[in-house]
């Protein structure tokens, strides 16, 4: 049995496993209502209407049948907002963990091959890094670089590289004590296709499992500068945002803030699961 | 442990604690963005911006104004905030203590909740309890404190549960002139029992959103570590010897699977330091961590300097007490 599973090609396993299915469901489900946010929201996401403001969801007594889950302190459509805010943290998240990726696994393919002063010096910037409080820093570099959305990929890729670097370079460490390379070595093949061509690849699998975690994180971050107001200009809607609005009107409307929470929630959670799945399906120790 | 290990461990938080102040002088100096333009407000005329640039040294070369930077934090002078026109390093040891009591409260909980959940999860192994438990744990740690900040404020106002304050340390209705800013301590010193209830209720909701993840840290390493132990010799013999399964549990493995489970959540406990950032302003709680957003909406570039610089070196010194307390725990490590 262990050989037959062993036999089926990666993607029938992912598609079996029920953590993929369900993350990668949800995401594919969030990736179709940001593009399609245009046709599929009822509303403009940033039209005011003052005399709309504070509309319960249609199912509490004052709510109205055209906003199903009420309207913000500007009279807003939450429902719109929400659509569109995942236009945003699809973007953040994607962006964010791609450049994170890119910065941690050079580093960490680099410190990992290479060895010696290399690995010291970046395996030092490491630990420093780690001394900082992370969001306090993510937080301060976009004060710093102005608000927007590229400061604020910006912001989580220099905060987040570490995660990418250190797990990179201790399994470059493991690859480069296999035969493979030592074979590699031996042909005389250049070290940078080594590390391309014969490492990079087989590291790919725990790259795709932490870009995935990545993603995830990088949502919680960019809620997190719009609850603070730093993220976006407000003519964007983001679930931080609404958050942030959500809290300070959270005594008259307190529905203001739990469908952007569950969104954030929820997206976090799918991509945890993708994440989680992807790691039972391509680590072959675990597959083991 | 010998002094020499001691020693060795001190020396090397220096050259990272150097890296961490050189590494908050490029952010903040030499990263696109002008720290002047960040901290004054728009109708500033040419001149005012120059007047500070002086005042703040700026107008020196990069070399130079890293040289004055590096001797004045040398100096313990963090310089003075432009928000609240007090020095940075009293505003700061001013507001420590807040944060000091909320993180440690928050540790105990942490401490406490991922402790039960262990136990519970060790002693109804492989059935569905279990099973509950890591669900429950999964669930923990993947949502942030930030979001439980949330999620519990939520929760208050809609289920209308008006005695549980979402807002600030202690009610106004109590006066209480405290000599430190220690209220916790300090009132039970003084015996003022109506200050504590205030403060632990004020406290309950922001340490909790801190304590949940890591709870669910604690209770997986714990829980995997009980469950190792309960496969060896003495506690065969203590199964022998007839004691219960949750006295075994409880006593005899807990005792020595505590070992990995306190160096990890010394590590983590840096995260939850970290943590108070945002849950402090969530929850207008007076700490650093509500200074620190304060500093950064008020653009108080000397502030925020040493409120960043103030976490690293709690962070630092955090795990530094926890690389100790290992090779306190495991000799083989001293020489590690």
């Given at each position: 049995m262990a050989e037959l599973a062993a036999a089926r090609p990666v993607w029938r396993q992912a598609a079996s496993n029920w953590r993929i299915r369900i993350g990668g469901g949800f995401l594919l489900f969030l990736v179709a209502v940001a593009l399609l946010a245009p046709w599929i929201a009822p509303h403009d996401p940033i039209d005011q209407d003052l005399l709309m403001q504070y509309l319960?969801?249609?199912?509490?007594?004052?709510?109205?049948?055209?906003?199903?889950?009420?309207?913000?302190?500007?009279?807003?459509?939450?429902?719109?907002r929400l659509i569109y805010g995942a236009r945003i943290a699809l973007i953040v998240s994607v962006c964010a963990a791609l450049a994170a990726g890119l910065i941690g696994t050079t580093l960490g393919l680099?410190?990992?091959?290479?060895?010696?002063?290399?690995?010291?010096?970046?395996?030092?910037?490491?630990?420093i890094w780690m001394a900082f409080p992370a969001v306090l820093l993510s937080i301060v570099l976009v004060a710093v670089m102005g608000t927007g959305l590229h400061s604020v990929i910006i912001a989580i890729a220099v905060i987040d590289w570490t995660r990418f670097c250190r797990v990179v370079r201790a399994e470059t460490m493991a690859q480069k004590a296999q035969d493979y390379v030592a074979s590699a070595v031996t042909i005389g093949l250049p070290s940078r296709r080594i590390l391309i061509r014969e490492i990079l690849p087989n590291v790919m699998p725990l790259l795709l499992v932490l870009l995935t975690l990545e993603m995830g994180i990088a949502v919680i971050v960019e809620a997190i500068l719009s609850y603070v107001g730093l993220s976006l200009s407000s003519e964007f809607p983001t679930w931080g945002s609404m958050i942030g609005a959500g809290r300070q009107y959270v005594n008259q409307a307190p529905w203001l803030m739990v469908l952007p929470i569950m969104a954030v929630i929820a997206t976090?959670?799918?991509?945890?699961?993708?994440?989680?799945?992807?790691?039972?399906?391509l680590d072959p120790v675990m597959r083991k | 442990m010998s002094a020499g290990f001691l020693l060795k461990r001190l020396l090397m938080a220096i050259p990272t604690l150097f890296g961490v102040a050189v590494i908050v002088f490029?952010?903040?100096?030499?990263?696109?963005?002008d720290p002047i333009a960040m901290m004054i407000g728009p109708g500033a005329t040419p001149a005012d911006i120059e007047q500070l640039r002086v005042t703040y040294g700026l107008d020196k070369s990069i070399a130079h104004q890293f040289v004055l930077y590096i001797g004045d934090l040398a100096q313990g002078h963090f310089g003075t905030s432009i928000s609240m026109r007090q020095d940075v390093m009293e505003l700061i040891l001013g507001r420590l203590p807040v944060t000091i009591e909320l993180c440690l409260m928050a540790m105990l909980l942490a401490m406490i909740n991922g402790g039960a959940m262990a136990v519970i999860g060790a002693y109804y192994r492989g059935r569905w309890p279990e099973a509950g438990i890591d669900g429950l744990a999964g669930f923990m740690l993947a949502i942030p404190d930030f979001l439980w900040a949330l999620l519990f404020i939520l929760f208050v106002v809609i289920l209308s549960l008006s005695g549980l304050p979402i807002s600030g340390r202690i009610s106004h209705a109590i006066s209480f002139d405290a000599v430190t800013n220690f209220y916790l301590i300090e009132s039970l010193l003084r015996l003022r029992f109506d200050v504590l209830g205030s403060v632990l209720l004020h406290m309950l909701l922001p340490a909790l959103s801190l304590a949940l993840p890591l709870a669910a840290i604690i209770s997986r390493v714990l829980k995997t570590s009980l469950n190792e132990a309960m496969t060896q010799d003495y506690v065969q013999l203590a199964r022998v010897k007839g004691f219960s399964r949750l006295r075994i549990v409880a006593r005899e493995a807990l005792r020595n699977a505590l070992v990995p489970t306190v160096t990890l959540t010394g590590v983590q406990f840096t995260f939850l330091v970290g943590g108070t950032v945002l849950v402090e302003k969530i929850f207008s709680y007076p700490g650093i961590g509500n200074m620190a957003i304060d500093a950064v909406i008020n653009r108080d570039l000397p502030l925020i300097q040493g409120l960043v610089l103030t976490f690293a070196v709690l962070f630092i010194a955090i795990n530094l007490a926890v690389d100790m307390s290992y090779a306190l725990l495991n000799p083989r490590m001293r020489h590690g």
């Open positions: 319960p969801p249609v199912w509490a007594e004052k709510g109205e049948a055209g906003f199903i889950f009420g309207t913000d302190n500007l009279g807003r459509d939450i429902l719109s680099l410190a990992g091959y290479v060895g010696g002063w290399v690995d010291q010096a970046i395996s030092r910037l490491v630990e976090v959670l799918a991509l945890n699961a993708l994440g989680d799945g992807l790691k039972d399906t | 490029v952010l903040l100096r030499i990263v696109p963005g």
